[in-house]
C-alpha cells in the first residue's frame, strides 16, 4: 500500500488535488492513455499502487473500487497521429496540461512538468496514491483499446504485446507493413 504522504499533506489543508498519469509512452503502436483521478481526502485500498506491480485481475478490482468512489476521472487519448506530429513526450504533455486544467483542482504528475498548478513528482505512482489510481485506470482502457486492435488488426498479435516492440510485433510489421495505429516517428530494427 501506497503511505500517500504527498496526497496526504494537500488533503490535511482541505486541498483536492488530482494524480495525472499516462500509459503507452513506449509502444510502437497504439494510443498514449493519459488520467486523471481525483479521489476523496484521505482514500487507502491495498490494491491502489503502480499498476505494473498489479496482476491483470488485481488491477481490474482496484479499477473498479477507483471508478466507484472517484469525485473525477478525465481520460484523455493521444492516437499515433498526433504523437508523430509533435513527439511523444510534448504530445503526453499536452495531454496531461489539457487534464490539469480542465479539471480545476491541484495537479500532481507524474514527473511530467506542465504549464498548469501542479507538482511533478519522480515515480509518482509509487509515492501519490491519486497518481497511482491514475495509472491503474490508464492501464485498463488502454488494455482494452489494444484488445479492440487486435481484433481490427489480428495479424500484428496487439492482444499479446499491446504493441510494445518485441520480436513477434516487429516481425509482424515487416511482414505487414505499417497500420493506422503504428507511430511512424518511432524507428525499429529487425
Same mark, same amino acid.
Request: charged share 20%; with cysteine.
Given at each position: 500500500m501506497?503511505?500517500?504522504k !504527498?496526497?496526504?499533506g494537500y488533503?490535511q489543508?482541505? /486541498?483536492d488535488?488530482?494524480g &495525472? @498519469? +499516462?500509459?503507452?509512452?513506449g509502444p510502437?503502436?497504439?494510443p498514449?492513455?493519459?488520467?486523471?483521478?481525483?479521489?476523496?481526502?484521505?482514500?487507502?485500498?491495498p490494491l491502489?499502487?503502480?499498476?505494473?506491480?498489479?496482476?491483470d485481475?488485481q488491477?481490474?478490482?482496484a479499477y473498479?473500487?477507483?471508478?466507484? !468512489?472517484a469525485?473525477q476521472i478525465i481520460?484523455?487519448g /493521444?492516437?499515433?497521429?498526433r &504523437? @508523430? +506530429?509533435?513527439?511523444i513526450y510534448r504530445?503526453?504533455?499536452e495531454?496531461?496540461?489539457?487534464?490539469?486544467?480542465?479539471?480545476?483542482?491541484f495537479?500532481?504528475?507524474?514527473?511530467?512538468?506542465?504549464?498548469?498548478?501542479?507538482?511533478?513528482i519522480?515515480k509518482?505512482d509509487?509515492h501519490?496514491?491519486?497518481?497511482?489510481?491514475?495509472?491503474?485506470?490508464a492501464?485498463?482502457?488502454?488494455d482494452?483499446?489494444m484488445l479492440?486492435?487486435d481484433?481490427?488488426y489480428p495479424?500484428?498479435g496487439f492482444?499479446?504485446?499491446?504493441?510494445y516492440?518485441?520480436?513477434?510485433?516487429?516481425a509482424m510489421?515487416q511482414?505487414?507493413?505499417?497500420?493506422?495505429?503504428?507511430?511512424?516517428s518511432?524507428?525499429?530494427?529487425?
Open positions: 501506497i503511505e500517500s !504527498i496526497d496526504h488533503w489543508r482541505g /486541498v488535488i488530482i &495525472i @498519469d +499516462e500509459v503507452g509512452r510502437m503502436a497504439g498514449v492513455v493519459v488520467v486523471g483521478v481525483v479521489l476523496p481526502h484521505f482514500t487507502q485500498h491502489i499502487k503502480d499498476s505494473k506491480q498489479l496482476s485481475s488491477r481490474q478490482i473498479n473500487y477507483i471508478t466507484s !468512489i469525485k481520460v484523455k /493521444v492516437n499515433a497521429q &504523437i @508523430d +506530429e509533435l513527439n504530445a503526453t504533455q495531454a496531461m496540461e489539457w487534464i490539469a486544467n480542465t479539471s480545476k483542482v495537479a500532481l504528475s507524474d514527473a511530467m512538468p506542465l504549464i498548469a498548478p501542479h507538482e511533478s519522480i509518482g509509487v501519490s496514491i491519486s497518481i497511482a489510481a491514475a495509472s491503474i485506470i492501464k485498463v482502457i488502454r482494452d483499446i479492440m486492435y481484433k481490427m495479424q500484428y492482444a499479446q504485446h499491446k504493441g516492440g518485441t520480436a513477434h510485433h516487429k510489421m511482414l505487414h507493413g505499417l497500420c493506422d495505429i503504428h507511430r511512424r518511432f524507428t525499429f530494427k529487425k
